[in-house]
């Protein structure tokens, strides 16, 4: 678990605040969901090891002890209440709750941080933000196409160009399963070992297979109807698959969507950045068509996923309802934008720091200050009176871009010194002039060196 | 334990975007702390009652298993973690495991649930939003003054002005409890009833002294003293306590402080809303001077507090480090708004929904889409093609400002029908020129109506 001191926190704001821009520009609005979920609507959507991942929350006072009189103390009889696992679920069971509340094709974006008690590792944290969109009620293929263009829209606001999205589709990969002669059955174990190609290798993934008792035979079929030559061409990819699969009728559909969601992305951010993937699998079980996953040369693993979940709603609820998905990792956005030095240097000091004289009263400074921040300035007033350069070493270790300094003698000619600190250009002023002079200069700096005027934050490079 | 959908959200977000603003303005920077903490840190700092309203983490796996081996299974053996109860206690540790990170004068805010399982009631819930500020490293007024200072502005700022903001001291209140009389060790139980006084009314505050074996005579003393004439004014009930407490001699520190504050405060926003209040106590034990309490005749119970508590970082510490902070109750805050009609109707539609006859290439849409967003609009598409009146019918209801409808024929001459909701307005237009209009109609309807320009959101009456 994690403090987000000043200096970090302001770049997960101004990444949060970036993604969100993106996401209000599709549409999407805004949800937030308690921290605390019932553990009934948690468990058995995860896996058996999201379960085990799981953070409970004990009972307490009367439950508490009415569970710990009973002869058998389990975790199930200590516990109805855990916390978020992901941001999915609790999208699912709001719809099930509020749906005649909520417009029919609902575009929501959540920006929340979800907890797993997984062992920490490189972009792994207990607790972690994730940043998830989703449309519900529509079956259409824009949804799908709006979810992955909304996604590559936000990775290219934050300057990451380099990624790939790949697609593929859970009709799909059944449609290749049954024609390698696994048993239907074995279909959620043939997907968790397929899912692993990319980071186990194929040698390990027979191994695996095997384990679970799928032959090598079936196993060299699936392999065969996986690789598609020549690679990094989906259009061929998607030709290659729907030949092998001739005899398949139902692999048709999925083929067909796929194909069509490459052509409703082309003109889109995410465009070029499409890839058809037919080993691509994602582990969760809830998918139901299209799925995607974005990676990077810059980061093993993956930055986000996600896919289509006809089903998941309906778990919650009197009907189905059509979703899919798209959920960005943000802590591993982070982490690959501080490896590649993405973060303009983002300044957290004040604007101004106001010093004095001990001969001049708080007062004095305090009123002044509360004039300046009416202008539009952020003030931080030095509270104590050591010696003046004392104050100014103070502005400038942290990161204030300009003093103003109250001397007695010249408040009683109404003035003020003014001093720029990184200029180290210093100025006495009519007080009733400095707040404009302060903004000149506060603004000038923010005007050539900031990113883009209606950032969150001022940045400076 | 609540979902905020987009409406709600809007306005929280909204209301945390302004407090933010004010708290920035006054050079407070952001700090972020974990949900879940070791329970060593949390207990023993809110009192008894606070202790029991944690939540607590149950212990996983191994944990567990030893913990339900044990003989004896209590609320101690199966929790070593809770959730975050306050803001004050983490930012304690936090000074305690990074001040060597932070400036001197560290000036924070945070804005974060918390967790209290109480029972929920008007503005009262299980989870949460608190905003505070805080200021360390110095004992100088001028950091009471500019909590008080930033408080009254935030309140101001969301269009809150009937709130008055009471002070009283710590070291007064003990003052007075020793010149009535009272034991030293009865002083916790003392401050406990008088911070009733306003509640349930001297009678029963006089009951629960005799009940905690405090003389009706004492009790006589003390209400004498913390009673003042005139009421409301604040020089008048200094001057009294000071006469009162004349042969007190550790009186006049934290008289004279409440008095200088008084004057510091003066010229803020805080200043006309400032009132000595010898009666206010705050719950809390861990305060150690000035005290502060917002209260509003539109809500009945406090709008936020806070102190200076120069011993409370000492104990996650092996220093003293002086601190003072002012904490505003969010919830409290949204429910005066509302009450008060002080929400401009904050719009979430967006700024277009594309919409397209049946004949029209769905890749069509999501490139204009595409484009627009690209030149600033909030972009929805329609992902499917019943009619158009439906389409725009749909458009109405979730509040979007324009409908742009592309058609077979018009595309083939470059063309889109761009409709104004409100207006009623309709026109033909290029499709390269149909940004430009849509902005124009979306900003024109933004800058007449909204508050400001820079707000978070969208805001038209």
């Known amino acids: 678990m994690r403090d987000f001191l000043p200096g970090d926190l302001v770049r997960r704001q101004f990444v949060a605040h970036r993604i969100r821009q993106i996401f209000e ?16 609507a948690l468990l058995g959507k995860y896996g058996d090891e999201g379960d085990q991942l799981l953070f409970r929350v004990l009972h307490r006072r009367d439950k508490l002890a009415r569970a710990l009189e009973k002869e058998e103390i389990t975790e199930q ?3 109805e209440l855990g916390l978020r696992y992901d941001l999915t679920v609790p999208l699912a069971r709001v719809m099930a709750n509020y749906s005649h509340l909520l417009p029919r094709f609902f575009k929501r974006y959540q920006i929340q941080p979800v907890w797993r008690a997984d062992r920490p590792g490189k972009g792994r944290f207990r607790e972690f933000l994730q940043c998830d969109i989703d449309i519900t009620g529509t079956k259409s293929l824009i949804a799908e ?4 263009s909304a996604t590559a829209c936000a990775l290219q606001s934050l300057g990451i160009n380099k990624f790939s999205i790949h697609i593929n589709d859970r009709r799909l990969l059944r449609s290749m399963i049954m024609a ?10 043939a997907l968790i070992a397929i899912d692993k190609l990319d980071k186990i290798g194929e040698t390990n993934v027979r191994k695996e297979l095997l384990n679970r008792s799928i032959s090598h035979q079936a196993m060299d079929s699936i392999v065969e109807l996986m690789s598609s030559e020549p690679q990094h061409d989906s259009a061929a990819a998607l030709t290659s698959i729907q030949e092998k699969l001739a005899s398949q009728n139902d692999a048709n559909d999925s083929i067909n969507d796929l194909r069509d969601l490459c052509a409703l992305l082309e003109k889109t951010p995410a465009g070029p950045h499409v890839k058809v ?19 990077s040369p810059d980061f093993s693993g993956s930055l986000g996923g996600g896919g289509r979940y006809d089903g998941l709603i309906g778990m919650f609820f009197d009907r189905e309802i059509p979703a899919v998905g798209f959920s960005l990792g943000f802590e591993r956005l982070m982490l690959v934008m501080e490896d590649q030095g993405l973060f303009s240097q983002l300044q957290i000091g004040p604007d101004v720091l106001l010093c004095r004289f001990a001969d001049v009263p708080a007062t004095h400074a305090l009123e002044i200050a509360t004039d300046f921040r009416r202008q539009g300035l952020s003030v931080e007033v030095f509270p104590e009176t050591p010696k003046i350069g004392k104050q100014l070493a103070y502005a400038d270790s942290i990161g204030a871009k300009t003093a103003a300094i109250l001397g007695q003698s010249e408040i009683e000619s109404g003035e003020i010194t003014l001093k720029h600190l990184s200029r180290k250009q210093q100025e006495k002023a009519k007080i009733s002039e400095a707040a404009k002079i302060l903004k000149m200069w506060v603004t000038s700096e923010t005007d050539t060196e900031a990113d883009s005027p209606d950032d969150a934050i001022d940045s400076t490079e």
């Open 180 to 189: 390698a002669g696994i048993p239907a059955e074995m279909e959620g174990t």
């Open 25 to 40: 520009s599709y549409g999407f609005l805004p949800l937030e969901t308690p921290t605390i979920e019932n553990l009934s």
């Open 77 to 79: 009889s200590l516990a």
């Open 145 to 148: 196409a709006e979810v992955c």
């Open 277 to 295: 993937d037919l080993t691509l699998a994602r582990g969760l079980g809830y998918y139901t068509g299209p799925i995607f996953e974005i990676r």
